[in-house]
């Protein structure tokens, strides 16, 4: 199982981005996939998930404002991320749970200036 996040940069608040994570080893459809993130001196906090059956849901402090979503030709899952706040600069991770273990990828970097 592996998982490659990709997308994260610089962008100035309001504005937006979109992480994307690909996948090899597992079906995304056939697991429930995640985006976690972690501000520079915080803990890790989970941002979204979407289940195996297409179920999803964020964290409150970016609802109406990031989706994720999945592709099934593709493997991959995303993150769509709009009305970028200060608060959300983290290093931004994408994982899923395969027989019940969760993995991770390496994380991108998000920066939101203001």
């Known amino acids: 199982v592996q998982l490659q996040a990709s997308g994260g940069g610089l962008v100035q608040t309001g504005g937006f981005l979109r992480l994307s994570c690909a996948a090899s080893?597992?079906?995304?459809?056939?697991?429930?996939t995640r985006w976690y993130r972690q501000a520079p001196g915080k803990q890790r906090e989970w941002v979204a998930m979407?289940?195996?059956?297409?179920?999803?849901n964020v964290v409150d402090s970016v609802k109406g404002r990031f989706t994720i979503s999945r592709d099934n030709a593709k493997n991959t899952m995303s993150l769509q991320m709009n009305s970028l706040k200060p608060e959300d600069t983290a290093v931004y991770y994408c994982?899923?749970?395969?027989?019940?273990?969760?993995?991770w990828g390496h994380g991108t970097l998000v920066t939101v200036s203001s």
């Open positions: 994982a899923a749970v395969v027989r019940s273990a969760e993995y």
């Open positions: 080893g597992f079906v995304v459809t056939a697991n429930t």
């Open positions: 979407i289940t195996i059956g297409g179920f999803t």
